[in-house]
Structure formats: structure tokens, C-alpha cells
């Protein structure tokens, strides 16, 4: 599969999973494309945990509520602090967003069907915190993300995408039927 095929792929899978253990070797790969990531003046704000022990699995999906993502194998846990990299700025949300979509494009090139459950979890009621403490990170992480990883039990479906032209333009935007 070339890049150009996972970026097409890759889609958001919020339907069941099929208990097919993830190898280690696999999830490595995931993390690794995710840390392989761009990170705005190198300070590589985003940290990673796999979770594939089951009772652990169970724990954070109890907390989560998720029913969908519940049934995935495993699950890759997003960390970021919030770490000045130039003058008063700080770009972990770039970073973490740029390791999570290396993930997914790597589950996808993997076999492996994902999802980016963000909102969730850093909503006021901490989830995030919560599954945070269950992992045993300590107060300076956060943790913002979390992509279950598994095989699609269930057809995938893809979104509709809009048409590249009423999207993207050369030289200069361009609204309408231009």
C-alpha cells in the first residue's frame, strides 16, 4: 500500500471490532510513524502508551463509555505537555494532531481500522484525567486522545468527501462556480 493509498483508506471506524490480537510488532509500528511526526521547534511534545492487556482495556473503557471503541484490541493513548518552543508559543496541539494522523495512516497501512476520540475525553468531565490516572501519568502529561486499534468487525463505511475543486484552488481562492 503506498501513502497516496492510506490517506484515501483511512477513515473514521466507530463500529465493532474483531478480537484479533494486534502483534506488539504492530503497534510499535503505529507509535513509531506517530513520533516520526513533525514537532514545532523539535521540543516533541507528544508522548504515547499502548494499552493491549485486557483488564487494563476494560478499566479505560469503563471510564471512556465508548461502546464501539470498547471492543478494539487495543487502544494507543495520546500524551502531550504544554511545552513553550518559540517565544511565548507553544505548538503540542500541532504536534499531537500530527502524530495522530501518522497512526491512523499507518493502522490503515497496517490492516488496522482506527478513530480519533478527542472531544470525549477533554470535555469538563476529565475523562482524559481519569484514564490518565489509571495509566499512571503523571500531572504535567495530558492525555488528549485515544485511537482504538483493531480489525473492522463490521463493513467499513467512508464519508463523502467533497469535490476537490470546492476545496482547493491554484493561485488564489476561488469561491463559487469560478
Not at 510488532?25 to 506517530?34: H, N, P, S, V
Not at 517565544?87 to 480519533?116: F, H, K, P, T
Not at 486499534?149 to 470546492?166: I, L, M, T, Y
Amino acid at each position: 500500500m503506498t501513502v497516496f493509498d492510506a490517506i484515501q483508506d483511512r477513515t473514521s471506524y466507530r463500529g465493532s471490532y474483531q478480537n484479533t490480537v494486534i502483534p506488539r510488532e504492530d503497534l510499535i509500528k503505529i507509535m513509531e510513524a506517530g513520533l516520526a511526526a513533525p514537532s514545532g521547534c523539535n521540543t516533541q511534545t507528544t508522548s504515547l502508551i499502548a494499552v493491549n492487556d485486557p483488564d487494563l482495556l476494560r478499566r479505560l473503557h469503563e471510564v471512556t463509555g465508548l461502546p464501539a471503541a470498547a471492543t478494539a484490541p487495543a487502544m494507543i493513548c495520546v500524551l502531550t505537555q504544554a511545552i513553550v518552543a518559540y517565544r511565548d508559543r507553544c505548538y503540542n496541539v500541532q504536534d499531537y494532531s500530527a502524530a495522530i494522523e501518522n497512526m491512523l495512516l499507518a493502522a490503515v497501512a497496517l490492516g488496522y481500522e482506527s478513530c480519533w476520540y478527542e472531544g470525549q475525553i477533554t470535555d469538563a468531565d476529565a475523562i482524559g484525567r481519569k484514564m490518565a490516572d489509571i495509566l499512571g501519568v503523571p500531572a504535567d502529561y495530558e492525555l488528549v486522545c485515544f485511537l482504538p486499534v483493531g480489525v473492522a468487525d463490521q463493513p467499513v463505511k467512508r464519508a463523502k468527501k467533497k469535490p476537490f475543486g470546492e476545496r482547493a484552488w491554484f493561485n488564489g481562492f476561488q469561491a463559487g462556480d469560478d
